[in-house]
């Protein structure tokens, strides 16, 4: 796995890891987008994780005890390791523990807004850049005693399935669910999702994932999450894409089964390709991917808000721009 930075000295602090003149000519966008690139190349699926491993966008900030958003599950989902917790060398330093001997680093990103003056009219611009931080897994930390990471709970499969249909159809602003023909898909103009009926599945867990991956393409709606992308081409469509895909593993996880994938090959040499060619997509779409699965879930912010539109997602507008 390729890394950004590793450094395990009394020089590590908490403050982000910044971008120097010396490094100026880095790209942390390009970064991801090579890990994830290599992860298929290695036939992996960074979003396709077993629901019931301890780790499966699980991992968290064992300090903090939060959970990392969408993007960093990802990213961190790519090691090898089979705790979920994780801390900055300065955590560590604070409880009282250390590193191991070849202890490596990994990265999570966030971004941070830069609040600056217009010179030309006095406005205030918020300007919103990609950061990274180095975090280690526990089992790299010695004394520090970490509990052992719950076993999640055994579901079966058609149980499980229901459980997510319910889920999506508890969604805020539920858009209207018909059934008919072979097609599975979200119209936005009219507000609703057509699903071919139940008995067309081979299982029940086939027609809840499918209906996952339409119902996060809802959440775009202007009354709901508004996301919006540039007229319909072929780039626009596999960000929108990759976030209904993204999402739809989260939710699965979520309810307690694997989302599959049909002609695995093929999928893959596909998004290898799309991310290739957009080296901005995975942040994007990773982000919202979470923001929709949130949105879902009735999950709230941080400041307790209900999760927000996108109409001023700086996020959005920057990554665009960039691609």
């Known amino acids: 796995m390729m890394s950004l930075e590793t450094k395990t000295n009394n020089s590590e602090t908490e403050s982000p890891t910044k971008l120097t003149s010396t ?31 301890e780790t499966s966008f699980n991992n968290q900030n064992f300090h903090s005890g939060k959970k990392y958003n969408g993007m960093n599950q990802l990213l961190l989902g790519l090691s090898n390791y089979s705790t979920p917790y994780w801390m900055t060398f300065l955590q560590i330093k604070q409880r ?13 990103v966030f971004w941070k807004i830069l609040d600056i003056k217009d010179k030309d009219t006095g406005d205030d611009k918020h300007i919103p850049f990609l950061r990274y931080s180095n975090v280690f897994n526990s089992e790299d930390i010695e004394d520090i005693d970490f509990p052992k990471p719950k076993a999640k709970p055994s579901i079966e499969k058609n ?49 809840a994932d499918t209906l996952a991956h339409e119902f996060v393409h809802a959440t775009k709606h202007k009354d709901r999450l508004n996301r919006t992308t540039d007229k319909d081409t072929s780039h626009n469509y596999h960000r929108e894409e990759l976030v209904a895909e993204i999402g739809n593993s989260f939710l699965c996880a979520e309810a307690g089964f694997d989302k599959e994938f049909d002609n695995q090959v093929a999928y893959i ?36 808000k209900t999760i927000h539109k996108d109409d001023n997602d700086q996020t959005n507008k920057t990554t665009s721009t960039n691609s």
């Open 23 to 53: 490094t100026k000519h880095f790209d942390l966008h390009q970064v991801i987008t090579d890990k994830i690139v290599n992860a298929l190349e290695n036939s992996t699926i960074p979003w396709k994780k077993p629901w019931n491993s």
């Open 96 to 108: 009282g523990g250390k590193l191991k001997k070849g202890s490596k680093a990994e990265q999570i």
């Open 159 to 207: 149980e499980a399935a229901e459980k997510l249909i319910e889920m999506l159809m508890d969604m805020p602003k539920c858009p209207t669910l018909k059934h008919g023909g072979s097609a599975a898909y979200y119209s936005p103009v009219q507000d609703y999702v057509n699903m071919p009926k139940i008995g067309d599945f081979p299982a029940l867990t086939g027609y």
């Open 269 to 304: 040499k596909n998004w290898m390709k799309a991310i290739k060619d957009d080296k901005n997509l995975v942040v994007w779409a990773a982000s919202k991917a979470t923001k929709a699965v949130d949105y879902i879930l009735h999950r709230k912010e941080e400041n307790g």
